[in-house]
């Protein structure tokens, strides 16, 4: 049965082309257990492709035709064949980083088949430290950062010693509606739901009176160059010009013992923290690059809506983003300052988003994504000022070492999407006390890429010198 996608789903299979792949990603690397064999890699990988059935979420193919009115739909693909979608490979010696993510870097700018269902995995041996790399890529249209993380966190498990673990693809026992309720939670009778439709009419009937409302204090915000879901003085910038289809990808994680008291001694978050370590980073690069312009930067923030739900894996995928413009004050020399000023940013465009419904954020979050969409569309790069520099993301991963199979997850990476005129994301996740950094460029937009971790290092370092903790 075909099912409509929602309209952020769709505009991103809308929005994608050859130099602007539309996909999210994952680098996850693994310790083997300690009796492991030579085989390992090449048996975890021939299980994989061995689940008794493939999740649903794993079948959906997207379709669009006269018949659809020209508009894109989930159909199930009656074709899947698991072995195009799971693949083995292996490094070329010595086997090091470097190697690896200069391999991701080439998947991930290949883009995803549109007449297959838009995902595929990578099971790679060959590091010369003897661990296993797994990289996987979903079409954005298909699940959003926040869920792709909850979906990894369900196919793993804090226990070392469980083996027969099905793949992120192996499908599930559903639990039953009573069980999801409890056993002392009766169904809902069927005089109850005259009710609960007359609550959600009038649910939606409020949202679309507030939309006015939003949309004023959002421009009177965004005139007033104040943190909002609108920005309209974000300056020019080397990252600001269009993209070619090559991608590279640079990764590193840091303590975040470190961040939380850098954190602690100001009163900023630990996502502050991360935002000034980028900040400091991309101020540092682009002074390199004689290419710092004299008004700061402003990035992007996904907010995903759904992290305020259960915190249970999405079936069914989809996406549910707000964003908060962030000035990221690249305009000041001091560490602690800039830090001070992304903190105050950050609050201020949170208390925002704090004074409207989840979809009103998304109607606003629209508004200030628009320009990115439609400048390129337009053709009106270099005529009209960006609606932000870069985006940067921070995604929460499991706080626990987990396992599959017995394989100890040792690190997980993100992977996430340029856009024309957006040349650069910098996508976190956090895992067992560590930040995983993500940097996901253009090739040959964003020159150096690696140089940016050596700058985010540097950056942490100096936020500990400025708030006396080194």
């Known amino acids: 049965m075909a099912v409509p996608l929602d309209p952020t789903s769709s505009g991103f299979l809308f929005a994608e082309n050859r130099n602007q792949p539309m996909h999210v990603g994952g680098l996850q690397l693994f310790d083997p257990p300690g009796n492991a064999g030579p085989d390992y890699v090449r048996d975890m990988f021939t299980r994989s492709l061995g689940a008794d059935e493939v999740a649903p979420l794993f079948l959906k193919r997207p379709h669009r035709s006269l018949s659809t009115g020209g508009q894109w739909v989930w159909t199930e693909d009656d074709q899947f064949d698991i072995e195009y979608h799971v693949r083995h490979s292996a490094l070329p010696q010595p086997g090091r980083i470097r190697e690896l993510l200069a391999l991701c870097s080439r998947l991930h700018g290949t883009r995803l088949a549109l007449e297959r269902p838009l995902w595929e995995t990578h099971v790679i041996e060959g590091l010369e430290d003897g661990r296993i790399a797994v990289y996987t890529k979903m079409h954005h249209a298909l699940v959003d950062g926040v869920s792709s993380m909850r979906l990894l966190q369900s196919v793993l498990s804090t226990d070392p010693a469980q083996r027969d673990m099905p793949p992120p693809w192996g499908r599930r026992p559903e639990r039953t509606r009573a069980s999801m309720r409890g056993s002392d939670d009766p169904a809902p009778?069927?005089?109850?739901?005259?009710?609960?439709?007359?609550?959600?009419?009038?649910?939606?009937?409020?949202?679309?009176?507030?939309?006015?409302?939003?949309?004023?204090?959002?421009?009177?915000?965004?005139?007033?160059?104040?943190?909002?879901a609108l920005s309209l003085y974000a300056p020019r910038t080397i990252l600001n010009k269009p993209i070619t289809g090559s991608r590279r990808f640079a990764a590193q994680d840091w303590e975040i013992e470190r961040m939380r008291a850098?954190?602690?001694?100001?009163?900023?978050?630990?996502?502050?923290?991360?935002?000034?370590?980028c900040s400091g980073a991309m101020?540092?690069?682009?002074?390199?690059?004689?290419?710092l312009p004299d008004a700061p930067l402003v990035a992007m923030v996904p907010v995903g809506l759904k992290a305020r739900e259960a915190h249970t894996a999405s079936a069914s995928g989809g996406n549910a983003v707000g964003a908060v413009m962030v000035n990221l004050a690249t305009d000041l020399e001091d560490p602690g300052d800039r830090l001070d000023s992304i903190h105050r940013s950050m609050r201020s465009g949170k208390e925002a988003l704090g004074t409207m419904t989840p979809a009103q954020i998304l109607a606003m979050s629209a508004l200030g994504m628009a320009p990115a969409v439609l400048a390129p569309m337009l053709r009106l790069h270099g005529i009209t000022r960006p609606p932000f520099n870069l985006i940067i993301s921070n995604v929460p991963g499991p706080r626990t070492p987990h396992y599959f199979n017995g394989a100890r997850l040792d690190g997980m990476y993100p992977l996430s999407i340029p856009i024309h005129g957006m040349a650069l994301n910098i996508t976190c996740t956090s895992y067992d006390g560590h930040m995983g950094f993500g940097l996901t460029g253009c090739r040959r937009t964003v020159p150096h890429l690696q140089r940016l971790l050596t700058h985010l290092d540097d950056e942490l370092a100096a936020l500990e010198k400025a708030t006396g903790i080194a």
């Open 189 to 228: 009778a069927l005089l109850d739901l005259p009710a609960s439709a007359l609550g959600s009419a009038l649910g939606l009937a409020t949202e679309a009176a507030g939309l006015p409302a939003a949309l004023v204090r959002t421009l009177s915000r965004g005139l007033r160059n104040e943190a909002s």
């Open 262 to 277: 850098v954190g602690a001694a100001t009163g900023a978050t630990l996502n502050d923290v991360v935002l000034a370590m």
């Open 283 to 291: 101020r540092a690069y682009l002074v390199e690059l004689g290419a």
